[in-house]
């Protein structure tokens, strides 16, 4: 089974979605630590082009046990984010750039469930439950959208090997 590849499959998307349509021209693919550092969103100001898609390249996650069968997972949180710039209080347009970022985004959800059923992309063990998202904004140049947030599980080699580890303390003589 391959694993899912998160940078590698939004990067992909962003290239391939015709709504975003990223290019090395336009930019509109971006990576980020979390919500409060974008980089690489602000120093690409101001030719960064609007819908783009901002994914966080931390890791965090969790690790599972599935059916308490000792087929160890570990259970990264992918969150990515789809954003529209809106003008300065006019909160019709912020109100319109959080609807069109979450339909774009729901074209990427809708991606990810095809590429599950069709066993593609390491997408097999995408949790359908764990799919969430919020609004957010402002972010960077008067930018607002939706930040989604779901989970991909892989096996987690959790074993103890023997050679991993210094013999038991011995006292010096």
């Not at 694993?3 to 979605?17: E, K, N, Q, T, V």
Request: aromatic share 10%; proline share 5%.
């Amino acid at each position: 089974m391959d694993s899912f590849d998160f940078i590698g499959y939004m990067r992909d998307c962003a290239i391939r979605l015709t709504d975003i349509r990223h290019d090395e021209s336009q930019p509109r693919f971006f990576r980020i630590s979390g919500i409060s550092q974008l980089e690489e969103l602000l120093s690409s100001l101001p030719q960064a082009h609007t819908p783009a898609l901002l994914v966080e390249n931390n890791t965090d996650g969790r690790v599972g046990d599935a059916n308490r069968s000792d087929n160890f997972l570990d259970i990264p949180y992918h969150v990515f984010y789809v954003i529209l710039k809106a003008a300065i209080n006019d909160h019709d347009a912020i109100q319109q750039a959080k609807r069109e970022s979450k339909r774009i985004g729901f074209k990427i959800l809708g991606r990810m469930l095809h590429d599950r059923r069709n066993y593609a992309h390491g997408l097999v063990m995408l949790n359908f439950d764990s799919i969430a998202y919020q609004s957010v904004g402002p972010l960077g140049d008067h930018c607002y959208g939706t930040m989604f947030s779901f989970t991909v599980s892989n096996g987690a080699d959790l074993r103890y090997h023997e050679a991993d580890w210094l013999p038991e303390f011995q006292p010096l003589p």
